[in-house]
Antibody
Framework: QVQLQESGPRLLKPSQTLSLTCTVSGGSIGGGGSDWSWIRQFPGKGLEWIGY???????HRNPSLKSRVIISLDTSKHQFSLTLDSVTAADTAVYYC??????????????WGQGSLVTVSS | QSVLTQPPSVSGAPGQRVTISCTGDSSNIGAGYDVHWYQQLPGTAPKLLMYGNNKRPSGVPDRFSGSKSGTSASLAITGLQAEDEADYYCQSYDSGLEVFGGGTKVTVL
């Protein structure tokens, strides 16, 4: 069973850059039919998909965040990363990394990290 | 405002059957995209509960079942147990992105 673990700073000031890394263990991050996503959950419970990256390095991002998001992959370290520029209080959320599998036109997420609460406050 | 609409809460006594609806439109569920469901226990990450509308991952009890029709999907829990008290989310695809419902809190009375 693949396991994922997020790491990175938990407290940011407005306008700073959020950087999180997800370390994957118990399975291959390169190859296979899966891809690797970032998903966030706001304090009010709502879930928002941020984007995913394939083992090839190609990415697909939520259009509402596209201009501020970069997702990268380092297969040698079994890690993928999220960068979100110019954060505001509205970016305060629990950030999850997850493995995705495409099925019936919509990918499902079968393995999740434990989540990393990121707070943006001055 | 979530793309997929779920009731904020449902409740039932132990042993009863409850259902959670997930309503979309012609650009997501109605377009033929599958619906997946997640269970989130307090303080934990979401866990995949159902994929492909009605398929249970290994380890998920058969008390959980899913269905899809038209622009909606449903998750049913039969023989409700105390351990089923959690938040449940549906998820599908719409216009270039994965989308989630707003979540439903299931309370076991």
């Amino acid at each position: 069973q693949v396991q994922l673990q997020e790491s990175g700073p938990r407290l940011l000031k407005p306008s700073q850059t959020l950087s999180l890394t997800c370390t994957v263990s118990g399975g291959s991050i390169g190859g296979g039919g899966s891809d690797w996503s970032w998903i966030r959950q706001f304090p009010g419970k709502g879930l928002e998909w941020i984007g995913y990256i394939f083992h090839s390095g190609s990415t697909h991002r939520n259009p509402s965040l596209k201009s501020r998001v970069i997702i990268s992959l380092d297969t040698s370290k079994h890690q993928f990363s999220l960068t979100l520029d110019s954060v505001t209080a509205a970016d305060t959320a629990v950030y999850y990394c997850a493995r995705g599998l495409l099925y019936g036109g919509a990918r499902f997420f079968d393995s999740w990290g434990q989540g990393s609460l990121v707070t943006v406050s001055s | 405002q979530s793309v997929l609409t779920q009731p904020p809460s449902v409740s039932g006594a132990p042993g009863q059957r409850v259902t959670i609806s997930c309503t979309g439109d012609s650009s997501n569920i109605g377009a033929g995209y599958d619906v997946h469901w997640y269970q989130q226990l307090p303080g934990t990450a979401p866990k995949l509960l159902m994929y492909g509308n009605n398929k249970r991952p290994s380890g998920v009890p058969d008390r959980f079942s899913g269905s899809k029709s038209g622009t909606s999907a449903s998750l049913a829990i039969t023989g409700l147990q105390a351990e089923d008290e959690a938040d449940y989310y549906c998820q599908s695809y719409d216009s270039g992105l994965e989308v989630f419902g707003g979540g439903t809190k299931v309370t076991v009375l």
